[in-house]
Structures are given as structure tokens and as C-alpha cells.
């Protein structure tokens, strides 16, 4: 949209002009209302946001709000009209962040808009105004609750596994681990959030702790993936000897961010299977 111009004579006419440009050039909607609840000013990103050519189209009396739009919560609930944000604002109390369902009802139209405002009072403290601001967020909600579906549904695919699978944060976390890779950290606790490298060491002697620390951070930093398809270690924390086939690779977690996940299969069931049967044999 063009910038507002200001005529050379409103330069004179402090401070009005240079306000009328401020507001205008809001990309936030914003409506005044005095205390009758009729609506004495507006900017063009009111009607940009409630998807009218004009604010001169707006109803401006606050009563009559009700037969253009309704207003719910974010889980649904029926806003009555007098806890609209207008109103609220009308009988002095300021709103911070609001996030409601608004319809048009007239096209149906929805929207989640966050609303902030606030009583404008005159020198001996009595309101004159209620101030009321409101920005769409419809697509940042629903991307978050699109991000909210897939943390729940790799959450759910990695924690109900059968197999060995667990998942390293960004910042050398362990944050996940499936059912089927429970065993091999049982004797970690706390487990879920602990720094990776304290992990390991716990389970694993040196020098494979520090070697297979280095593996994790060399496929995070550059997303080159690795495989070692026979590992056979001593445990630290029981002696058992254990065999593993495992493969880390660099994944985008829920949080946005890369993370490594590693795949493993335990080798030593079989090796003990394959063992019996050479002993029967």
C-alpha cells in the first residue's frame, strides 16, 4: 500500500497528522471506541484483516457486533458477548495477548486472533477509550499444531518400537528411547534428557565410549551417516559382553532442529543361538 502522505499543512497541526501515518501504516489491526461503544477510529489494516475493501464498510456500534461475527475459545467454548475483548476493555480491564476463534458470519470466515488492549484514560484517571489491537495468527497456530501432529506421531513410532531406536537432541541430549533399546539403558538413571557422552561413558569402557561419542558428533555436524555392522564390548556397568549391529543417522527432530538417531539390533541372542547350535552339533 502507498505510504500516507502528510499534507504540508498538517505538519502545523501537531499531533494528529504524524499519528494518522503511525496508525496507518500498522500492520496490526487497531479500533477505538468511546464509551458509548461506538467505534471513532480505525485503521486500513482493520478492514484488511476482517477482509473488507474499506473501514467505512464496518459496523462501527459494538452492540451490533454479535449479528457479524462470533467469537469461541481456542478448545471451542462459545464466547458469551460480554466477555468479547471490547467489551472487557469498555469496562476497563486490559487484555494482553487474548487468542480467540473469531467467524464472520455472514462468509463463514474464520480466524485465531490474538487480541491486546487497554483502557485510554483522561488527566483525572477516568476512561474515556478502550484501545483494542488485533493480529492474526491463524497459520502460525496451525503450524504449531502441525508440528505438535508430527513431535506426537514420531514420539509415538519411536517410544512404541519393538527394536532398538533412540534419538540425540542438537545440544547432546538423549531424548528418546523405544521400548525395544530400554534394556540396554537400565542402568542410567536419569535417563531422558542427560548429557549423551555421561550416557555412554556409564555403559561402555574406554576407548569405545569416546570413539562411539565422536561417531554421534561426527554424523550431527556434517549428517554423514555411519555403520558399524559388528560391535562386540565388555559393558562397564554389568561385564556383560554384548554384540551390536548399529547405524546413526542425522534426522530433523520435533523441535525443528537436527538431531541423530540411532538404529540397533542386538547381535548377541543370536550369537549365543548360533553358539548352542554349533555346541549341539
Not at 471451542?76 to 495477548?97: A, K, Q, T, Y
Not at 536419569?190 to 555403559?203: Q, T
Not at 537436527?258 to 548377541?268: E, I, K, R, T
Request: glycine share 4%.
Amino acid at each position: 500500500s502507498m505510504p500516507h502522505r502528510i499534507a504540508p499543512r498538517a505538519i502545523t497541526e501537531p499531533p494528529a497528522a504524524p499519528l494518522e501515518a503511525i496508525y496507518n501504516a500498522m500492520r496490526d489491526a487497531l479500533a477505538v471506541f468511546d464509551m458509548t461503544g461506538r467505534r471513532v477510529l480505525a485503521n486500513p489494516a482493520l478492514a484488511r484483516l476482517w477482509g473488507y475493501a474499506d473501514v467505512s464498510q464496518m459496523e462501527t456500534e459494538v452492540r451490533k457486533f454479535p449479528d457479524i461475527f462470533s467469537l469461541r475459545t481456542l478448545d471451542g467454548r462459545e464466547l458469551p458477548f460480554d466477555e468479547w475483548p471490547v467489551n472487557r476493555i469498555l469496562r476497563g480491564e486490559s487484555i494482553d495477548n487474548e487468542e480467540l476463534w473469531v467467524r464472520r458470519l455472514d462468509t463463514g470466515r474464520e480466524w485465531i486472533i490474538s487480541f491486546r488492549g487497554q483502557p485510554a484514560r483522561d488527566e483525572s484517571d477516568s476512561q474515556i477509550l478502550a484501545v483494542i489491537v488485533g493480529r492474526d495468527v491463524t497459520e502460525q497456530k496451525r503450524a504449531e499444531q502441525a508440528l505438535r501432529a508430527s513431535h506426537d506421531t514420531f514420539r509415538h513410532l519411536v517410544d512404541g518400537s519393538p527394536f532398538g531406536v533412540y534419538a540425540v537432541d542438537a545440544d547432546f541430549r538423549l531424548v528418546q528411547v523405544s521400548q525395544g533399546a530400554q534394556k540396554v539403558f537400565e542402568n542410567v538413571r536419569p535417563l531422558i534428557g542427560r548429557d549423551f557422552a555421561e550416557v555412554l561413558r556409564i555403559i561402555w569402557p574406554e576407548p569405545f565410549a569416546t570413539e562411539a561419542i565422536a561417531r554421534f558428533r561426527d554424523t550431527l555436524a556434517t549428517g554423514k551417516p555411519y555403520h558399524a555392522p559388528a560391535s562386540t564390548v565388555r559393558r562397564a556397568d554389568t561385564t556383560d559382553v554384548e554384540s551390536y549391529d548399529w547405524k546413526i543417522e542425522r534426522v530433523m527432530l520435533p523441535d525443528g532442529r537436527m538431531g541423530a538417531v540411532c538404529h540397533f539390533y542386538d547381535l548377541s541372542e543370536r550369537q549365543r543361538y548360533e553358539a548352542a547350535l554349533r555346541e549341539a552339533d
